[in-house]
Every structure is written in C-alpha cells, then in structure tokens.
C-alpha cells in the first residue's frame, strides 16, 4: 500500500518540502482540523497533527498517527482509534514553556507578586512583608520526566536541592540531584519546601495527592500542578489554604477544566490560576520541537525503524 500523509501540523513552506523529502513516493495532504474532510481522513494511512478524536473513527486505512501534543488520552479514550494503527507523541517537546511557567509562578508566589498585583488593581500600596527564595530550599518533582527533569534543572540553578519521583528509576538527568522511585512519595512530602506535579492522568495518578497525602505537607510548602487536574484533590488544597497550611499554590490545571465561575478556588488565599496555558504553542521554539519530532519519527517510519515517543507499538510496512 503506498502511503497518503495527512499532515495536520502548522507547518511553513520550507516545512512542507522537507516532510515530502523524507516520503518522496507517498502523496501528501495538507490540512488544518477544522477543515479536514472526511475524504482526506479515509485516504490517509498517516496522520499527523490534531484531529478531533471523534474523527479517527473514519480513517479506516490508518497505519500511524503522530499526535502533537503530549497527551493522548482523549484518543484512547474516544473508542475510535483504529485497530491495529500505532500512536506516537510529542512528549517532551514543551518542556522548556511549561517548566518555564512553573519557575514563573514558583518566583511569584515566594515573592507574593499577586498580592502586589491585588493591591495594585485596588490602588493600595502595602507592604506584603517576608518573602521566600528558593536557594536551599528542597524541591520535590513528582513525575519527572521531561518537563519535571527540566524544571528540575531551573531550580537547581537558582540553589535548590532537587529530588524527582517516577515509577523507573536509573540514573539522576543534569540538574536533579536525587532520583527516587515513586513509591516513596509519603516519606518525601514532609520534607519538601516545594512540591511539583507533572503527572499525566493514568488511572494509578488519578487522585494521588488525596488529602491524607496533603496533610503530610510540611508547613509554608508551595504546591505547584502543571500536569492533570485529575491528580490534586482540590478540595483538600482548598481547606489547607484557607487554614494557611501552605505558602501558597499554583494550579495551571484543574477539574474540570474551565473552572465554573462559582467555583471556591477562585477565591482561595495564596493561589495562583493559569487557565492552562503553561504549554501549547506559545512559544516558537515548542512548534519547531513539534515539527522536528515528527519530522525525525516520518523519517525512522519509512524506514521501517523503530519510533520514537510511541504509545502503541507500530506495525510492519509491507
């Protein structure tokens, strides 16, 4: 079966030329996810991009698809993936904005500029007293890998003592001093200044930081979620705040997502709320690892070499 590359991906001009350079014999459709058609869907025997994950139910011919994000469970979840087709990520391609993001709210919140910027809107000048640095501190990564291992490294630049949690542990990446098994997440919490999330949402991380974990915390701790909102519960963060158990925290993610407008956390003491957007395509340089990624993967697919970032393994070309 020859190959029909349907490429989904914000590409340039230039772009474009190099993915038809790595699959000269295939023919190549060009499309944005709102303008897709079902035609373009049924022929293709690659996908590349972000279609909606309904869609996938029509690309009955589907051998691969390269997913531009991270997250790939609305896809798994859908009941419309085909059978039998291999599913690739880009993991790791946002990893500098969104552990830039969370070093931004990290040094927000131990300087409390969004008391400084509430005072602002009011006309107030107020001194918003003792502050925090993160030099000395210990930061704890729950999750690292990409943008965990990352962050990680920020912090350590600035003089933290850092310490990644994941299931497999081998050796400590630059800019992490310890690297522990997941396991040991209850005898870490109570010696962290700092706690990360930057898990993705499995059914094991699904509630993890439930509050019997919570109150493990030591106190004045900054609790940091860039992963799923799924993970934190939100209620148990919401009390500790209210009680002032914590510095403060930052939640790029929620659940659900958006956040009502009555929900309580808008209101809760010394907590930060990005409507997350710590990754995406804000910066150039996340669309460049993007294209980069996919652009190395189409290559090691034509070859018949083994993929990278794959979720579900990928079948022969015959």
Same mark, same amino acid.
């Given at each position: 079966?020859?190959?029909? /590359? ?23 459709? +060009? ?13 293709? @025997?690659? /996908? ?23 997250? #790939?469970?609305? +896809? ?17 391609? *946002? ?8 070093l931004a ?22 001194? @918003? ?8 501190? @210990? ?14 490294? &920020? ?39 700092? #706690?990360? &999330? ?18 493990l915390f030591?106190? *004045? ?64 340089? @996340? ?13 090691? +697919? ?7 970032n794959t ?8």
């Amino acid at each position: 079966m020859s190959e029909v /590359i349907l490429n989904m991906l914000p590409l340039e001009a230039d772009e474009r030329a190099l993915f038809e350079a790595a699959a000269p014999e295939a023919t190549h459709i +060009y499309a944005r996810r709102n303008t897709v058609t079902e035609e373009q869907l049924a022929s293709a @025997t690659v /996908i590349m991009g972000w279609p909606h994950a309904g869609s996938l139910s029509l690309a009955a011919k589907l051998r691969w698809f390269h997913c531009m994000w991270a997250g #790939v469970n609305d +896809y798994l979840e859908s009941g419309t993936f085909p059978t039998g087709a291999a599913l690739t990520s880009s993991a790791g391609t *946002n990893s500098q904005s969104v552990s830039e993001h969370m070093l931004a709210s990290l040094l927000a919140l131990c300087r409390k500029l969004h008391l400084s910027r509430d005072n602002q809107v009011r006309h107030l000048w107020i001194d @918003t007293g003792t502050m925090r640095t993160i030099r000395g501190a @210990t930061v704890l990564v729950v999750g690292a890998g990409h943008i965990g291992s990352q962050f990680c490294g &920020l912090c350590k630049a600035l003089g933290a003592h850092t310490i990644g949690l994941r299931r497999n542990v081998t050796a400590a990446p630059d800019g992490m001093d310890e690297l522990h098994p997941i396991s040991d997440l209850d005898s870490w919490l109570p010696k962290a200044d700092v #706690v990360a &999330l930057c898990l993705p949402q499995t059914p094991e991380t699904i509630g993890l930081m439930n509050r019997r974990r919570m109150s493990l915390f030591k106190r *004045n701790a900054i609790l940091i979620n860039s992963g799923r909102g799924t993970v934190l519960d939100q209620d148990a963060l919401l009390d500790a705040l209210r009680e002032g158990l914590l510095w403060g925290a930052a939640l790029d993610v929620t659940d659900p997502e958006p956040l009502p407008a009555d929900h309580p956390l808008w209101d809760a003491p010394n907590l930060l709320i990005t409507p997350h957007v710590a990754g995406g395509l804000r910066l150039d340089i @996340t669309r460049d690892n993007c294209v980069q990624l996919a652009l190395e993967n189409l290559r090691l +697919y034509m070859a018949s070499q083994p993929l990278k970032n794959t979720v579900l393994p990928q079948p022969r070309i015959t």
